[in-house]
Structure formats: structure tokens, C-alpha cells
Nanobody, 114 residues
Framework: VQLQASGGGSVETGGSLRLSCAAS????????MGWYRQAPGKQRELVAT???????NYADSVKGRFTISRENGKNTVYLQMNSMEPEDTAVYYC?????????WGQGTLVTVSS
């Protein structure tokens, strides 16, 4: 499985960005796709995940500001990030989990300036 993410960049506080991630390879019908992030000096943390059946899970810090969505037919997941804050600055990693195996994208840098 390969994951290709895009859409990172720089934005000012209060701004918006949209991340995309397309998965390819052997992908089973039962999986979760989502996003994690790692800020400098911190551990990688969950941002949001979504099952094939559209069940979502969000970190408390992004609830109400970020929205995850996916197109199952394209094995693509999106993260719409609104009302961004400097604390959102991190490298964002796309993730696909199937049968307890994690696959990761290459990471895309998101920088929010105050």
C-alpha cells in the first residue's frame, strides 16, 4: 500500500487548508483512513480518522474546526482544516489501517503563523 499526500503549506491564524491523500495497492474493504500529526519535539498524535462506513474520530483539539471525509471509490481521504491556530503547526501524516497494520504517507508540513 502506498499513500500520497498533498495540500500542506503555510497559512495565517484563522485561515484554512485542505489536505488530500490517495491510497494505492492492495486495499481491503474494511479499513480506516485518517490523519496524524507531529509537532517539533512532540509525539505523533491522532488528528482524525474515518472508517469505510463513515464512522469518524477526532482529537478534541480539532473538533469543530477540522472535517475529515473520504471517497471510498478513489481510496482518498481529505482533511478540511478551518480556523487554524499556531498550535496546528506540524507535519501531517496520512494513515491507512487495515487488519491491524498501519501504512503511512510521506508527511506534509503545515505551518500556521500568528
Amino acid at each position: 500500500v502506498q499513500l500520497q499526500a498533498s495540500g500542506g503549506g503555510s497559512v495565517e491564524t484563522g485561515g484554512s487548508l485542505r489536505l488530500s491523500c490517495a491510497a494505492s495497492g492492495i486495499i481491503f474493504g474494511t479499513n480506516f483512513m485518517g490523519w496524524y500529526r507531529q509537532a517539533p519535539g512532540k509525539q505523533r498524535e491522532l488528528v482524525a480518522t474515518m472508517s469505510v462506513g463513515a464512522t469518524t474520530n477526532y482529537a478534541d483539539s480539532v473538533k469543530g474546526r477540522f472535517t475529515i471525509s473520504r471517497e471510498n471509490g478513489k481510496n482518498t481521504v481529505y482533511l478540511q482544516m478551518n480556523s487554524m491556530e499556531p498550535e496546528d503547526t506540524a507535519v501531517y501524516y496520512c494513515n491507512l489501517r487495515q487488519y491491524q497494520t498501519d501504512f503511512w504517507g510521506q508527511g506534509t508540513l503545515v505551518t500556521v503563523s500568528s
